[in-house]
């Protein structure tokens, strides 16, 4: 590991001025490739104390040997020469899209005495006309199948080509329609030229010209009875309809542009573009790239706007680039997609309309293809145990820690205290063995207390099923005491029982305990585990923020490679346990919130709170109504009504509602949501502060 300072450059050295840096190892590889408006401000970051440098950055100065820079005149040139260095160098610590195929474009070869229309990847040639990218090459060879009835353009090889002019025969194609054949001069050169020019300006979008005049064509062969040809004529029209429809409008205003979506974690990070020409989605792909170094969504976008455009110019580059989040500075990138198209190219975020519901679409896709990406990964045995091995490995276990539990606590300003405990086991999620805790030895927020006690309450009951021989004896003890129950509903519910309909035990040790959160819960965690005289199982947390592993009575962190399967398996351990949680503490507070005076009468079920409703439309009419009016609802005795008088007389009313535009007091005339009816997810109603507050 080297020392920065050993290889520092002297004050004055570095010059004042743009430019784009490179650092290099001790065997002279290039491992990391930046640009600056200023080389002097930016490389000073650098070289400051290690311990205030973020773990990515510190491993990367710590790896270098060597730092040298190039200095140029405008920050474009420097985001141009960035690209080119990164390109020649594929650093290390720099960000790398994995995309795992070369797009297939739909390429006209204008540039030939006959174009050709075909499937082409990879390089782009000059002189040849491009419609793309698509996703697969079979919907290319789809739309070109339907447009040759209407225009029959040369698809054949130029082996073919010749093979045909040679024998005076056409190929297949040209026997059924669907090629002019040029090759026998059956058209000449001119008029396959503007044929292929035709196809160009429908895939470029221009179509209504076309409809309306073989429409036309169509109603005048009608008209002279030349019923044949106006047949053709109109299943042509049908196959341009059906192209059409491949590529549906999704921006009215004929747009040419491409929406860039970024859906990122702590340690990946997916791109999805779609690229929309003529108002339509001609294409879509995308990319998953792993956070080596820190960087923000900007800089995410800038790094797949030179992967998108870097080997691009003229028309490949659209007029609009619409973006999640802008690169700092935004100004040298437009300006350098604009020198690439040679016209003004817009680059901003969609506010507002049809472009930014298109965007939330792509960021969908984004989102999806991220978490596909993780579950591929997660379902390679390989992977799975090369993750084992480095946990094992890093925080020192005898061996790989074959079942992980992990706890996160969740509330919402400190209301409705709730704790997860989910299992991985051989590197999978074992949900049947999820569990979730209401914290009860306390009120108020305090995770670190939270932590000790759900640790205490799991491994007490692991502890006394391992003394008993048997199953727990009442099926009932686990549910009061809040340890391991599930609502009422729940998915998962039925998967904690076994077949006699007994809760499940927790008999079952872990090998490795993570908590979310640092060293104050880690110890909080450990401490728990001293005290049930518990010594054979490790406790690790992980923080969140920079990702960092702590261990108990450990100083500093245990940073894993950024790279280490052993710490994207801690991720998503900790963020199962943290989704857990949340939707537990949900489902607790939506509960509480409509839950009413009614709820507090014995004997008193779901359909006869109901019916109470109904009769009277409110809680507050219900409230003022004597013992004879309650007994008149169906199901309701004399006994019940007057539990329910006292039980009403008892709670004190609701705060009336104001109307917050007016200061108007509303009064309660709205039937009662007493009864829980209501599908209106719970964070529809709180205020935007108190959502954003929610762990």
Known sequence: MADPSSYRPRPGEIPDSPGVYRFRDEHRRVIYVGKAKSLRQRLANYFQDLANLHPRTRTMVTTAASVEWTVVSTEVEALQLEYSWIKEYDPRFNVKYRDDKSYPYLAVTMNEQFP???????????????????????????????????????????????????????????????CSAPCVGRITPEEHGELAEEFCDFMAGRTGTYLRRLEKQMMEAAEEMEYERAGRLRDDIEALRKAMEKNAVVLADATDADLIAVAEDELEAAVQIFHVRGGRVRGQRGWVTDKVEEVTTGALVEHALQQLYGEESGDAVPKEVLVPALPEPAVPVQEWLTGRRGANVSLRIPQRGDKKALMETVERNA????????????????????????????????????????????????????????????????????????IKGFAGQDDVRSMHEVISRRFRRYLAEKERTGEWADGEEAAADGEGALADGDPLAGSLKDDDGRPRKFAYPPQLVVVDGGRPQVAAARRALDELGIDDIAVCGLAKRLEEVWLPAEDDPVVLPRTSEGLYLLQRVRDEAHRFAITYQRTKRAKRLRSGPLDDVPGLGESRKQALIKHFGSVKK??????????????????????????????????????????????????????????????????????????
């Not at 491009?130 to 996703?135: E, L, R, S, T």
């Not at 130029?158 to 669907?178: D, E, H, M």
């Not at 008149?632 to 509602?657: D, M």
Request: charged residues 25%; proline residues 5%; positive net charge.
């Open 116 to 178: 050709r229309v075909q499937v082409m990847r990879g390089h782009k040639k000059k002189g040849v006309r491009y419609f793309g990218p698509y996703g697969h090459a079979w919907a290319i060879r789809d739309t070109v199948d339907l447009l040759l009835r209407v225009f029959p353009v040369r698809t054949c090889s130029a082996g073919v080509f010749k093979n045909a002019g040679r024998t005076g025969r056409p190929c297949l194609l040209g026997y059924i329609g669907k």
């Open 367 to 438: 989102q999806q293809a991220l978490a596909l990406h993780k579950t591929k990964r997660a379902s390679d045995l390989t992977t799975r145990s090369r993750a084992l091995e480095e946990i094992a490995e890093a925080l020192d276990l005898d061996s790989a820690p074959l079942r992980i539990e992990c706890y996160d606590i969740s509330h919402l300003q400190g209301d409705d205290v709730v704790a997860s405990m989910v299992v991985f086991e051989d590197g999978l999620q074992r949900k049947g063995e999820y569990r979730r805790f209401q």
């Open 622 to 695: 219900l409230r003022s109504a004597t013992i004879e009016q309650i007994q008149q609802v169906p199901g309701i005795g004399r006994k019940t009504a007057e539990t329910i008088a006292a039980a009403l007389a008892r709670a004190a009313p609701a705060a009336p509602a104001v109307n917050t535009a007016t200061g108007e007091i509303i009064d309660d005339e709205e039937p009662d949501t007493t009864g829980g009816s209501s599908g209106e997810p719970v964070s529809a109603g709180l205020p935007d502060e108190r959502r954003g507050q929610e762990r």
